[in-house]
């Protein structure tokens, strides 16, 4: 991502995981236009995996020295709820995600890096509407570096967190 926003010569970047692709009829018509009148700075959409969504949004709060994950929303305008981490499918203004930075030397983990830092500094939300399929496998035997980031960033997951990095 580091490198796609580094060589934008537009107002907003689009962000898909490897492996995935819009629906043909996946609302992100509206995208931008919806994105410049909330004036948020990122706002992200599904993930379907086998007719599955993914389960990633939610709230990143602070409690006893940790970060804690919960499921939630700071509120919606329009039907998009707003969050402080959404699925790794999201449309973003270029100049926010720039100033946030993307790590790039990370593995593993980098969607949730990427929000733990860029939590308090970005408006980020949530537009139901926008549906993308993942035809990836679920990675197996990375739990561990999973657990190892959580500790590292004091992070305390969502219940039901799997390796993938989500809940399906």
């Known amino acids: 991502m580091e490198q796609q926003v580094n060589l934008a010569r537009t107002p907003f970047v689009l962000h898909l995981p490897l492996g995935t692709r819009l629906r043909e009829r996946s609302g992100v018509d509206g995208m931008i236009e919806g994105l410049e009148a909330s004036g948020w700075d990122l706002v ?4 379907q995996r086998k007719g599955r969504h993914t389960l990633l ?8 020295g940790k970060i804690v994950w919960q499921e939630g929303h700071r509120g919606s305008w329009k039907g998009w709820s707003r969050h402080d981490i959404v699925p790794p499918f999201f449309l973003a ?3 926010a995600v720039a100033k946030v930075g ?3 030397h990370l593995r593993e983990m980098h969607h ?7 939590r308090g500094k970005l408006r980020v939300g949530k537009a139901q509407e926008w549906v993308a399929d ?3 496998p679920v990675p197996k035997g990375r739990r561990g570096e999973s ?3 959580f500790e590292k960033k004091k992070l305390i997951p969502l219940e039901g967190w799997d390796e993938w990095g989500g809940i399906w």
């Open 112 to 118: 949730l890096d990427f929000f733990l830092r860029a």
């Open 134 to 136: 993942s035809n990836q």
């Open 57 to 64: 949004e939610g709230l990143l709060e602070e409690k006893e």
């Open 147 to 149: 657990l190892e980031f």
């Open 93 to 95: 203004r270029t100049e």
């Open 102 to 104: 993307w790590d790039q």
């Open 44 to 47: 992200g959409g599904n993930i």
